[in-house]
């Protein structure tokens, strides 16, 4: 079994950055994908960037290139998500998710595990 739990979300202006966090726990990591999904009110869930613990390749959505950075420390079992230059549309409950495979896939459906959220608010 393998546990998530993010922190880091809050309220920012538009433009502010905010890094959030997600703790693993259970079974070793090494060798699994770790994601970031939002979900905004009355949206489906998006993948917004994933990252191969095996290897460090990262993927991200367009919406948020060049503006988040998915980052993994396997000393500490914990992947970060650096969001820099939010904007209001970025406005939503962040999750983390975890799969048991070394390739990042954009598909929810495609991860075992999922944390409880965390909401991020981006006032204009």
């Known amino acids: 079994q393998v546990q998530l739990v993010e922190s880091g979300g809050g309220l920012v202006q538009a433009g502010g950055s905010l890094r959030l966090s997600c703790a693993a726990s259970?079974?070793?990591?090494?060798?699994?994908?770790m994601a970031w999904f939002r979900q905004a009110p009355g949206k489906e869930r998006e993948f917004v960037a994933g990252?191969?613990?095996?290897?460090?390749?990262?993927s991200y959505a367009d919406s948020v290139k060049g503006r988040f950075t998915i980052s993994g420390d396997n000393g500490k079992n914990t992947v970060y998500l650096q969001m820099d230059s939010l904007k209001p549309e970025d406005t939503a409950v962040y999750y983390c998710?975890?799969?048991?495979?070394?390739?990042?896939?954009?598909?929810?459906?495609?991860?075992?595990?999922w944390g409880q959220g965390t909401q991020v608010t981006v006032s204009s």
């Open positions: 998710a975890a799969r048991f495979d070394s390739t990042v896939v954009t598909g929810a459906n495609r991860y075992n595990y």
């Open positions: 259970g079974r070793t990591f090494s060798w699994y994908t």
């Open positions: 990252v191969s613990r095996s290897d460090q390749r990262t």
